[in-house]
């Protein structure tokens, strides 16, 4: 039997592996496993750019950042927890200067809060675990995949291609980029 599932088609076996995998992820990264850092050492494990996105909502520079022109093929994950959270599979160029992508890669592994402070409201994107500001999520995406734009600050990702995600820990991922 095959079925669809996240827009991949898969065999039932396959399926419900997948979906083990996910459960089994999403379970990894609880907070029985996971224990955010101090403050103080997150100031020396990250850079001052991490820190200041991921800690206290900054925001990089456009088209002055890591990954808005990154198109490898792998997964991002939050830069503090390591908890997976988008893949290039769901990236695209939205012209905007910041990595974009239409969906997480786990949707239980991002949040999302009302960000009021500037003029406007606008929602803004945190992992789930770490509690680390990504960036923000827009309705202006494309349409054919949703309309949603998450748009990321890359000091706030770290990139794992696909050649690595094995070696990384991420190896249940390699069947996302396998040819169908």
């Excluded at 490898?72 to 905007?96: C, M, N």
Aim: proline share 5%.
């Amino acid at each position: 039997m095959t079925v669809q599932f996240l827009g991949m088609h898969m065999n039932k076996k396959i399926l419900l592996l997948t979906l083990s995998f996910w459960a089994g992820t999403v379970m990894a990264w609880g907070s029985d496993t996971f224990k955010k850092p101090a403050a103080e050492e997150l100031e020396h494990t990250l850079t001052s750019l991490q820190y200041d996105v991921t800690q206290n909502e900054g925001t990089e520079k456009p088209f002055n950042n890591d990954y808005w022109d990154n198109k490898a093929a792998g997964i991002y994950v939050d830069v503090v927890s390591g908890e997976p959270l988008f893949s290039s599979l769901d990236k695209y160029d939205s012209g905007t200067g910041w990595p974009s992508f239409t969906k997480p890669l786990l949707a239980n592994n991002v949040t999302t809060k009302i960000d009021k402070g500037l003029f406007y409201s606008r929602t803004e994107v945190r992992s789930h675990y770490a509690d680390s500001h990504l960036g923000h999520v827009f309705d202006d995406g494309p349409k054919e995949a949703g309309g949603k734009r998450f748009c990321m600050n890359s000091a706030a990702l770290r990139f794992i291609p696909v050649a690595k995600l094995a070696e990384s820990g991420y190896g249940d991922f390699l069947p996302l980029f396998q040819p169908k």
